[in-house]
T-cell receptor, first 111, second 115 residues
């Protein structure tokens, strides 16, 4: 969105390449994780989720990997397209049902 | 089509004025939320409501107020007590207080600028 991205880590990839966006979460008791995509000037949109009893989940062109040992989450986007350019947020759901959002990563796709 | 509608998209306010941001949803969701988004920070929860006529403070409720008189509507008032109100405000809803999936459906946001 127009208010994010000023101080965000940025990943630049060429169209057609695969993208990997990483996220470190804070609470080992978190049981559910979500990735959101936020295009400029818009609200976040749900991409994919994963529960803590899984280590991998695949969607259309996207895969989320969860490593609970090091509290790390990643989003892989296959064959990245210009329309994938956005800020990507991870979120973890605590046992209290509260959602904690990461600061986001900006993905830039070049032709 | 079902969704969440926020208005206005852009709003300018003078210091000392209260302003109210509108959020309406036709998804029949029980829970609604208000988040604030600032550059370089994750979304921060202002207020949330899991049922009509009930709401709870989030992490940064000071200087804000809400009401939940109808299931579809969750307006946010930014009062003059909010010291740094310039931000992007996001409204969201979920099926039942995020207890099932945690998936939030967001509106398009409202950009508030204090002059």
């Amino acid at each position: 969105g127009e208010n994010v991205g000023l101080h965000l880590p940025t990943l630049s990839v060429q169209e057609g390449d695969n993208s990997i966006i990483n996220c470190a979460y804070s609470n080992s008791a978190s049981d559910y994780f979500i990735w959101y995509k936020q295009e400029s000037g818009k609200g976040p949109q749900f991409i994919i989720d994963i529960r803590s009893n899984m280590d991998k989940r695949q969607g259309q062109r996207v895969t989320v990997l969860l490593n609970k040992t090091v509290k790390h989450l990643s989003l892989q986007i296959a064959a990245t397209q210009p329309g994938d350019s956005a800020v990507y947020f991870c979120a973890e759901k605590l046992a209290t049902d509260k959602l904690i959002f990461g600061t986001g990563t900006r993905l830039q796709v070049f032709p | 089509d079902g969704g969440i509608t926020q208005s206005p998209k852009y709003l300018f306010r003078k210091e000392g004025q209260n302003v109210t941001l509108s959020c309406e949803q036709n998804l029949n969701h029980d829970a609604m939320y208000w988040y604030r988004q600032d550059p370089g920070q994750g979304l921060r929860l202002i207020y949330y409501s899991q049922i009509v006529n009930d709401f709870q403070k989030g992490d940064i409720a000071e200087g804000y107020s809400v009401s939940r008189e109808k299931k579809e509507s969750f307006p946010l008032t930014v009062t003059s007590a909010q010291k740094n109100p310039t931000a992007f405000y996001l409204c969201a809803s979920s099926i039942s207080g995020a207890r099932r999936t945690g998936e939030l459906f967001f509106g398009e946001g409202s950009r508030l600028t204090v002059l």
